[in-house]
């Protein structure tokens, strides 16, 4: 049987609450969110259980999930939510506390290292480049995905779509010090 | 008319089309599109999953940039860029400490007003109606279902975009262009772009739905105004095919497409040429009739 | 010489709390004229009481001042208090130190302060009181019921058979209301109009009770005991002193595809119509808007008599030598003279149209409750087959959706509608006894069944007529082929759900009836956010309104389900024969005065009374010659809001209980 | 600079059927406000004579708060409409006293908006507060 405590619910309430402004009580668990939800059944968790977990302080649980990564973010459930509860807000929020304190669901490693592939290649030349994309990307995934899988950068190249080199910018330093600060402070 | 471009980093990658289709709808609309000089990315999905005042700082150096320019209105045709825009300007709005904190990070002022524009807000402000009198090749005949999927009417209190369950702005912009929109329901549905790369197979089972429901309703093919779908519709429909033994090949266009199509360019100029679906042929003969 | 009495009530901990109840006794004991301050535990309570009465007496106090609770609450119980002491009960009053301080402060030195300048100007105020007299006024024996749904249906029966005269008003050509669209009633299941026709014949029978249908209230004036109210009937363009309601009209007209308001758009009328068979009374109304006769007259830009269009009606109507049919006829203002109102006008629908995730009504399949009513019933369209609109073709699969705008705050409706709990429930049983092997689904958040034998009949539509209950919100709704695909989610499991339904059963919100609202302003009745009528005191005077002799019955003030609204009715039904038994009322002698000395004659107050208390008096001397005009207020008419008191410019009018000397009084007190 | 909080005095003029029972609502609902308020309570504010606003100030007031039944909503149909018309009147008449206008606020409160009530209550206060203590009348009199 899992620990649930009053001051565990307090406590994991209280830090949404300082990280995204949600209250989690607003959620009276209709389960409208998980209903309209397109990747629901790839999920753990569905999502209007995340939220019940979240009133329950079961923060491992939560940040440990594979469903905040697996949400594609497409605010479904907050449009339709009849306590009006930003749900997507919460997912952003647990995705990122998870992957700050590392507990990225090793199954759903993949959409991290998405993320993080994008961020540094923006963060290199302060564009997103595909194929730098792609190239990172996959090599944060090898040996676990192969690199013909999905992108299909031959066609795209053929169809005038990539550019192998991706232009720099300017700017690409000064983007490079707002992501290093960024990070720096969230981090504190 | 001369209005702020945010092209975004798609539109000079596999989006090149859609940045092709906008370049010469503009020209011959008679609208001069000022490019935010030096613009960078704008965080997209990423920024929001990994860092909330990374996902608001990104955008906000775009948004300063064009301040600085001096422009009062910025059309960002890549719904993602435009949500994330106007996200930041609304939570800047909302918490000025917020904003203090984002000028210092970028180094740059956030003073002023610059009004974000997605595709079909640019049309708006441009006039359904202007754009009616200047086509010179009525799309009729043609049956177009129009996707919005997420992000352009999601979340409804912050990007502030017609119907969010049943938008009708873009079947406007089809009808002026004389083609007819075809009444279906997968309009806001979402095709999971943002999963594309690391959850092949989902988004493999949405794309699946939204095309059968647009051929169910029979549609020609389905028009889009955001790369992320246009990449995935399009893209992904061979991986549907494959992954679920179909035959699907609905072409899928980008409304600027069908814009500079009516407006008379060739399919060719209008970027039409390089989808992964064929999509020329459907709409080649279009409007010869009335071609004056 | 004054000698005042101040009494302190801790509440309990209420006021004791924050307000140092033994400190503001000293402080008031030092006012000037003050002779007795005393706190005391529960100043309400019987020795509380006591101890005002016996100062009274033994001090002589000339005015009582009760630190307590705000006055709306026990005011009448202190100066009954002191009127059993022998003083006159206006020569005491209330300072609020309850809901006014300590319940909103929480600084006890600051909360003392204000309890203590509180006390200190009511005992100003009332060294200025002068002893009052209830004003007598007759009581007009005769109730008007504004809806005859049977909220109203058992309000007026219950008046008529107290041997009062009752003015029934129903906007619709019938009574009857939405019970009489019902099929089966939970948790019994027995027939709505078998149950209820009965009644309407009753009323309609009835030597008490006087019936205009097809009718509104249009303007309200008077006050309690003695109202006068205008109502306009509608032109029916119907002799109903002529017509036998044979119906031979109504067989003859050729606009037939009028939807029906009755069968809520699933069946049509014509526009001469009965709305349904049993209707009370059973005189047919010509819809104007569908008349083929009048939108012809209207195309023509004239008056319908010049027009020889269509008019079969008026040839089929057997009535001679005079037809029954009057395409003349022009609406009526009836004046009523009553003493006491009683408001059932009811609950409309929340509009499904509303609901963008569920199609905005786009889709004919996906129907509301009372839609489903209709399909059910035997006298419904369909004659009791549950058939669905779009092709009449019987449900394999019917799905129920329970809290349609209600419970949700982003609708805009926050409250729970109450009855759709059980009406889904009975819905679903009765597709189950008509369609045996057919799928009933139910999503809901709750089951909310709290009534006599209510929660049973819901464990029976599950364990006997084997309906399927999820506990979810359904997200979307949208075709497919034929079928409507239904996209729900069962918390229980975490399951996400779809179901391919034939027929949606949208449980929409009861929402307050249009319009309501201007009604309310008329009568003076205040309403909540959702337009539901206020009651007096939400547990003790549940069927009153604010607005003396005006009540409330059914679900014009809350959702209420019949056995809830028929209770109502008769609770207000009691209240009003208790108001019509007493040959005079006695009413608070708060009113205007004027100085006929001093007045000038300049009618101000005239012009600004909104009750017409303000009458003309002339002055004559021995010989009658006309010397001068003055005002006159009728303390029978006025209602004691001073606002020519404060309009008149010679300074010559006062109101009893707020005369400026008390004011300017309880002013310089601060 | 720390200075202790000016506790201004203000009277509040309300009517008995929507703005009193607005504040016994707020008081039911235990909705904290600031205390530095004093309610005298009239049937209707058709009945508020300005004088009795004068005479407040007079009486070393700092500011006055005037609360009614909403338009359309009064208990006696149309009280609070000559109330509003008078209070236009009034207000030239401080504007020519030189009276600063924020000390005399008027407003609508329904016997169903308890929380409305608070608000203006502090509202009143803070606006108050910041003009600081009332003095100029005796000067405006004399």
Known sequence: MREITGRACRDLAREIHEHSGLQVEECYQCGKCTAGCPVADEMDIP????????????????????????CAACQTCMTRCPQEFDIAKLMDALRQISHREGRVNPEAAGMAHFYEAFLDVTRRFGRLSEVGL????????????????????????????LHLVPKGIKGASSVRKIIDRCMKESHR | MKVGYYPGCSLEGSASDFGLSIAKAAELMGVDLVEISDWSCCGASAAHSLDHLLSIALPARNLALALAQGLDQVVAPCAACSNRLITAQVEIKADPDLGARVEDIVGMSLDGDVRVLNMLDFVDVYGVDTLKEKVTRPLEGFKGAC????????PPKVVQFDDPEDPKSMERVLTALGATPVDWHFKVECCGAGLTMAQPKIVARLVRDILRNAEENGADGIVVSCPLCHQNLDMRQLAVNAEYGETHRLPIYYLSELMALALGASPKDAGIDRHFIEATERVASLGQSGKK | MERIGVFICHCGENIGRTVDCAKVAETAGKFRNVVHAVDYKYMCSDPGQAMVRDAIKEKGLTGVVVAACSPRMHEPTFRRAAADAGLNPFLCEMANVREHCSWVHEDVDAATAKATDLIRVMVEKVKQNEPLYPIRVPVTKRALVIGGGIAGIQAALDIADGGHEVVLVEKSPSIGGHMAQLSETFPTLDCSQCILTPRMVEVAQHPNITLHVYSEVEEVNGFIGNFEVKIRHKASSVNNALCTGCGACTQVCPAKKVPSEFDVGLGDRTAIYVPFPQAVPNKPVIDRDHCVRFKAAARKGLPVTEVTTCGKCQEACPIEPVKAIDFSMEDE??????GAIVVATGYELYEKEAVGEYGYGKYPDIIDGLQFERLASASGPTGGVIRRPSDGEIPETVVFVQCVG?????????????????YTAKHAMLYKHKVHDGNAWVFYMDIRSGGKGYDEFVRRAVEEDEVKYVRGRVSRIYPEGKKLVVLGADTLSGEKIRIDADLVVLATAISASKGVETLAQKLGVSYDQYNFLSEAHPKLRPVETASAGVFLAGACQAARDIPDAVAQASGAASKVQVLLSSEELEREPVVARVDENTCVGCFCCESVCAYGAVERKEIRDRSGNLVKTLAYVNPGVCQGCGTCVATCRSNSIDLAGYTDKQVFNEIRAL | MAEETFHPKIVAFVCNWCTYAGADLAGTSRIKYDPDIRVIKLPCSGRIDPLFLLQAFERGADGVLVSGCHPGDCHYTSGNYYAQRRWIVFRELLQFLGIEEERVQFSWVSAAEGGKWAEVVNDVVGKVRELGPFTRYKEIVR
């Open chain 2, 147 to 154: 996707y919005y999927g997420c992000l352009l009417v999601r």
């Open chain 3, 406 to 422: 209600s419970r949700d705050r982003a609708k805009g409706l926050t409250y729970c509608s109450k009855i759709c709990c059980m």
């Open chain 1, 47 to 70: 999502p209007n259980v995340v939220v019940r977990l979240c009133q329950l302080g079961q923060r491992d649980r939560v940040l440990g999930s594979k469903t905040i990564w697996v």
């Open chain 3, 333 to 338: 203002i009836i004046t009523e003279e009553v």
């Open chain 1, 134 to 161: 792609t190239a990172l990307y996959k090599m944060k995934r090898f040996p676990n995905e192969v690199m013909n899988d999905v992108f299909l950068a031959p066609g795209l190249m053929s169809r005038g779509k």
